[in-house]
């Protein structure tokens, strides 16, 4: 449980510690504790629990949703000492209470990294699975990751050499610090899953809700509701129950392993015993790892999928001694993220371990249960990140707002009530239930139900959603990031063919026809045959499937050292593992299969852009070595012989570059040199002067679905992102296949400096260079411009005018070291490749932060962070990252996302539909209760229940049900429920309802054939019958209906209505019984309904016509006002002039609107320069140690008058720029397209001269 490369925080070192305090901060990592201590006070404890006893634990509920109300209802704030209590406030404004427990120890504890604690008790937390201990000396609460500090390497070497392992004593006090090694969810039983559900307020309002009702006699429609409420928590329950379970399945595991404790005996524990600092013992045929380790002796083979979501097999090698000479004598400190080639992670599997010099394969345990990498990826998917989306929070506002408009009712009610000299307990069940007309109980339900029909459709199409509030959120996606690989891609690469570098008659380099069979015995076949980091397992290759692929056309085979007498000298290198390839068609000068042995290994470097072996064939002498490099072609190039490169290599790059093939470059160079040097040589010492031998072609084949469905979302303006782990080049030429890379769009890739180069300000220096676009022809230099505004559409997202590019660890830097452009690149970056899955999360919640709205879609379970993290994750895989993601799809390409988005958005305009229908339901009913209430009568029990049941509920039901429409409208829908024209709509239609209800009250009261109410003054049973509640009633059964279908809106996101087949038979049913009780009612409807019936005909047919004229003015105002003048005319103009003043309350937006035509923020920090002629990428040449200077040739250039350029520099204020043409009448622009800027953000332009003369111009820097 730590984290070496992490020191302590400031304010856990400070001295001079305040030892009385109420407040402590707490820093892990990157989250951000406030802690404020509290004790018990047994006075205040005992009046809260006479309360809870009076109100029949009505107390302990509110406690449940306040929690900190509680806290402070029965503690009082003390100094953290003394507290038995904390309130804990993280760095997202999250409130959480915590006890303190308390252990008895005495003693001192030896924390892992050499660091001790004398304690007289324990006193410790545990948050989110992470424990924080009380330092007695410090008095504050801290994480043990903070008093492990800073571990230098020799600390793990010390515990190798005493190679005695802990003691009994030992490890039961660091098991009491430490706890047990194991990553466990626990099963919640169900009544108290059921609890839970049923104490949230809006459950808990609707028991309040049916007791009223049960209360006055009201008990048909109240059962109805018990009905639905029980059948939706216990939904909710068993949608829980199965989160859990597949969580526990998926992070539990535990094995038997071997360490070596007491005096160095090797012991086999349960892995749940181990450790921080056990000696553990790598078995040598495999195994799932259940700790950190950091490996001290041996090589270890290891799968890290679970970590990067790529199978290919990874060699981690023993910790290295410290050299204090090259250190200067300075202790090296061990770092998780520079070591992390020598640490074994919890969750992978070890495929194949190797022992050194007779001894085992050994680590030492680094971290354990949640403190492991595995424990911090279970602990992201436990506790995520909280979204914020404000549909919901606009629900309880406008709640809220209903809630105030009932508060007047209220008081009315009252007021009318004691008027007519009626009873308390009728006063009082007539004001409450005045509550339950205005705020819907059946609200919740109604909305589920909605949510509940989008969910059945998605599975229609076999994608499954364990978390159903997810479905509205998805209305809102504006930006969806795709993992690459299985993704977007199939899995794998495919060879398509190599282009061979051949010498004419002349002796000059030429490219030679494509070849697909590899049937000479010639250095191009002998590099793929060597230039890899294959191994063998069980008789299998395993590694790079790209290497797999091209060792299998070679024609070799490869074999493990000491599987052959002739290599059994080489076996004495502790960190080399010589592999063997033989070939089986090629003969060596005695006639025996040619073998070549792989001494020394150069691993692949996504910052070099290339790996490179050296190799010794078995029967030449000991001192001839060859080696082979491959990788990128531009990065290759810079480190070949100029001579031995062909003239048009730049035009057969970029030919293939543009069809969207990966290009491998392979070069070759003799060497002379001893085993025992080529162990010890750098590499950039020998990579260098090397002869080119071709270009390798490979297909990275997109899914036949991926391009269709980026189309769908950039035609949505949809924006695409992809965020994969694989290498930049790769990711950029997928991107432009599927269409996420527009090729009308300029692309620059944002990249670190070559070696370690720093700014003047001590910051990495960063380069911006052009990526090759296959139709970069036709791409005019004033594409972009620096000053023009883009056009808003109303509800459409600002597009970029072009695309970035960025790398994991060119990203991590920009986070670092230049936070100021971060909300900037995240705007307009299409591409991130490279990227571990802390940052693919950190990447989403920066996305979150700009107020996006972000979908996540992978297949990996290295996707799991960020499909959580997301507001809505979409897997394509059954397995871990399934657990993860509220979504996932049995069809394993990306056709799940439209339907998902269209689904979303049909909900959330269902959502809005339903609320908006509900509130204006119980709105009009709260009308003509007012109008009833100022008689002394009310409506009668089966008026209520035809209103409640058939018009409410039914449409209710059927409501949901109109499908999404089957394309995706470029313009989302509204996200604010309490936005002008949600909250005009509702009062614009109860004042139009209100006002012919008010008229059809007046009208009665003024005709001859009125007999005025009077209420029964005996009769035991209440009379509420009245004329004007019968023409009032029938009036507003139109109305009701009128609002469904005002409100079920069909396109751009839905269906029509017409095509809700169940609703149209609902409301024409409805529509038919409500004409049917207004002009003939029959004599057992009357008494049924208990009407006290219209007389004439000829009025009844009034009543129907002011019923149908007020659904026309209904759905005109809908239409015309809040439809046209605010949702569209008012709307774009506020965003006009939001995004304008910047004061839009998206962030991204504003972003957006200032540079997706302006790339000036990218000059300021990257200066990026481009020639308006130039075919290709230019890349600055390498220093190498071989001459002292860049291997240079004019074949890296655009053009064949490119020459290298000298930068210039800037002195007060002016920019001094060496000229190279001087016929030119203007600075002729530079043809490289890698430049750079100090951190001054001058731009420094290149001299670019022919013959080296210096022929300057000054300009002014502005």
């Keep these: ?110 924390i892992y990294g050499g660091n001790s604690l004398k304690l007289k008790n324990l006193r410790y937390f545990k948050y989110k699975k992470v424990t924080y201990i009380w330092h007695p000396t410090k008095f504050i609460f801290t994480s043990l990751e903070s008093l492990e500090g800073s571990i230098p390497i020799s600390y793990f070497h010390s515990i190798i050499r005493r190679n005695v392992g802990y003691s009994i004593e030992d490890v039961t006090s660091k098991l009491l610090i430490y706890g047990k090694n194991l990553i466990e969810v626990k099963l919640n039983p169900i009544p108290l899953l059921l609890i839970r559900e049923v104490i949230t307020p809006f459950y808990m309002f609707q028991i309040f809700s049916v007791t009223i009702w049960y209360c006055d006699n009201y008990a048909y429609y109240a059962s109805i509701i018990i009905v639905m409420s029980m059948l939706s928590i216990i939904s909710d329950v068993i949608q829980i129950r199965k989160q859990e379970k597949k969580l526990r399945a998926m992070v539990h595991s535990e094995s038997y392993v071997k360490v070596l404790r007491n005096n160095g005996k090797i012991e086999e524990i349960n892995s749940i015993y181990l450790v921080p600092g056990d000696i553990l013992l790598v078995p040598s045929h495999g195994c799932n790892l259940q700790c950190d380790a950091v490996l001290m002796n041996g090589t270890v083979i290891v799968n890290e999928a679970m970590l990067t979501g790529e199978s290919v097999p990874v060699t981690k090698v023993p910790l290295p001694e410290e050299d204090y000479e090259s ?158 690989t299985g993704t977007l891609t199939e899995d794998g690469l495919d060879f398509y063919c190599y282009k061979p570098v051949n010498s004419d008659s002349n002796g000059k380099p030429t490219f030679g026809e494509e070849g697909q069979t590899f049937n000479d015995e010639n250095h191009l076949t002998k590099a793929i045959a060597t230039c890899h980091s294959l191994t063998k397992i069980e008789e299998e290759l395993c590694g790079d499937p790209l290497d797999v692929i091209l060792f299998d056309k070679s024609g070799f085979v490869l074999e493990e050292s000491g599987e052959d007498d002739d290599v059994e000298e080489t076996a004495r290198f502790d960190l080399l593992q010589p592999t063997i390839v033989r070939s089986k068609s090629f ?99 020998v990579e260098c002067s090397l002869q080119m031998l071709g270009l390798i072609a490979m297909e990275n084949r997109i899914k036949d679905q991926t391009l269709g469905v980026i189309n769908q979302l950039n035609n949505a303006k949809i924006r695409t992102v992809m965020v994969t782990g694989d290498n930049l080049l790769t990711a950029l030429s997928v991107a432009r296949d599927c269409g996420i890379i527009r090729p009308s769009k300029l692309c620059y890739i944002i990249d670190l400096a070559p070696g370690d180069e720093k700014t003047p300000d001590g910051r990495k220096k960063i380069i911006c260079r052009e990526a090759v676009s296959s139709s970069e022809d036709n791409i005019e230099e004033d594409t972009i411009s620096t000053s023009s505004t883009p056009s808003i559409e109303s509800g459409t997202l600002v597009n970029s005018a072009y695309h970035l590019a960025i790398s994991g660890p060119t990203f991590s830097v920009v986070c670092h070291e230049y936070p100021e452009l971060l909300d900037k690149l995240v705007c307009v970056c299409d591409v991130y490749a490279r990227m571990s899955p802390d940052q693919k999360q950190y990447l989403i919640n920066k996305l979150q932060e700009v107020h996006y709205t972000v979908a996540m879609c992978g297949d990996g379970a290295n996707d799991c962070a960020a499909l959580k993290a997301a507001h809505a994750g979409i897997s394509l895989s059954p397995a871990e990252a399934s657990i993860a993601a509220p979504f996932t799809s049995k069809i394993p390409d990306i056709r799940c996302v439209p339907h998902i988005i269209r689904e979303g958005r049909a909900a959330l305009v269902t959502s809005f539909g339903i609320f908006k229908y509900m509130a204006g339901y119980s709105l009009t009913q709260f009308i003509t209760i007012m109008h009833l209430y100022w008689l002394g009568t009310n409506l009668t029990d089966f008026e209520f229940l035809y209103i409640d049941l058939l018009l409410i509920t039914l449409v209710a039901i059927t409501f949901g049900a109109t499908p999404a429409c089957s394309r995706l409208s470029k313009t989302p829908p509204p996200t604010r429920l309490l936005s002008l024209g949600s909250v005009l709509s509702i009062l614009g239609q109860l004042t139009i309802i209100g006002a012919f209800q008010m008229f059809t009250f007046i009208y009665v009261s003024y005709q001859s054939w009125f007999i005025p109410y009077s209420a029964p003054i005996t009769a035991t049973i209440e009379d509420k019958r009245s004329q004007q509640g019968t023409a009032i009633f029938c009036v507003s059964t139109f109305q009701y209906i009128t609002l469904a279908i005002i409100y079920s809106k069909g396109k751009p996101y839905r269906k029509s209505i017409l095509s809700n087949r169940w609703l149209m038979i609902s409301l024409i049913t409805m529509s038919l019984i409500s004409v049917y009780i207004t002009l003939y009612p029959a004599n057992i409807v009357i008494k049924f309904m208990e009407f006290d019936p219209i007389p004439l005909f000829s009025d009844r047919l009034f009543f129907f016509f002011i019923g149908i004229l007020s659904a026309i003015s209904s759905y005109i105002f809908e239409m015309f006002v809040i439809n046209y003048l605010i949702l569209s005319v008012r709307e774009k103009r506020i965003k006009e002039k939001r995004i304008i003043n910047d004061e839009n309350p998206r962030s991204y937006e504003t972003i957006l609107s200032q540079i997706s035509t302006d790339t000036s923020w990218i000059k300021y920090i990257f200066s990026c320069k481009r020639s308006s002629n130039s075919q290709s990428t230019y890349y600055t040449p390498s220093k190498s140690k071989c001459s002292g200077k860049s291997n240079s040739s004019s074949y890296l250039s655009s053009t064949p008058t490119s020459k290298f350029c000298t930068p210039t520099k800037s002195i007060d204020g002016l920019l001094i720029v060496n000229n190279q043409n001087e016929e030119d009448d203007e600075i002729t622009t530079c043809t490289s397209r890698t430049m750079t800027l100090d951190s001054t953000g001058s731009n420094t332009l290149l001299n670019n001269s022919k013959d080296g003369a210096n022929n300057y111009q000054v300009i002014p820097l502005n």
Aim: charge should be positive.
């Design 1 to 110: 449980m730590m984290g070496a490369s992490k020191a302590p925080s400031a304010l856990q070192q400070q001295s001079n510690v305040n030892h009385n305090q109420h407040y402590n901060r707490i820093i892990n990592g990157d989250q951000v504790l406030d802690i404020y201590g509290y004790i018990n006070n047994p006075i205040k404890k005992l009046l809260t629990y006479l309360l809870t006893i009076v109100t029949c634990g009505l107390v302990q509920v509110i406690f449940h949703w306040f929690p900190v109300l509680k806290l402070k209802c029965t503690s009082n704030e003390c100094y953290l000492n003394y507290a038995d209590s904390i309130l804990i406030k993280d760095d997202h404004n999250v409130v959480t209470i915590k006890h303190i427990k308390k252990t008895t120890f005495d003693g001192t504890v030896e």
């Design 327 to 484: 250190n200067n004598d300075r202790e090296t400190i061990f770092s998780l993220k520079e070591h992390s080639r020598h640490v074994l992670f919890c969750g992978t599997t070890v495929l194949q371990s190797r022992n050194h010099g007779g001894r085992p394969a050994t680590a030492i345990v680094l971290r354990t249960a949640y403190s492991t990498l595995k424990g911090e990826l279970v602990r992201s998917i436990m506790y995520p990140k909280p979204v914020d989306f404000s549909f919901t929070k606009d629900l309880f506002k406008f709640i809220f707002f209903l809630a105030g408009i009932a508060c007047c009712g209220f008081g009315y009610t009252i007021f009318v009530m004691y008027l007519r000299g009626a009873s308390l307990r009728k006063i009082i069940v007539r004001t409450l239930d005045i509550v339950t007309i205005v705020v819907p109980p059946a609200l919740p339900a109604a909305m589920s139900i909605g949510i509940l029909n989008a969910q059945m459709r998605l599975k229609l199409k076999e994608i499954f959603c364990i978390s159903p509030s997810t479905i509205n959120t998805c209305g809102a996606i504006n930006i969806v990031c795709f993992d690459k």
């Design 587 to 685: 003969l060596n000068s005695y006639g025996e299969p040619l073998q070549l042995a792989i001494i020394r290994q150069f691993t692949f470097s996504s910052s070099l852009q290339r790996m490179t072996v050296l190799v010794h064939n078995i029967e030449d002498g000991r001192k001839n070595l060859q080696l082979y490099s491959k990788g990128a072609p531009e990065m290759i190039a810079s480190l070949c012989d100029p001579a031995s490169i062909p003239e048009n290599y730049t035009e057969i790059v970029n030919n293939y570059a543009q069809h969207g093939y990966r290009l491998i470059a392979v070069a070759y160079r003799n060497l002379e040199m001893s085993y025992s040097k080529a162990q010890k040589v750098n590499r950039d010492e």
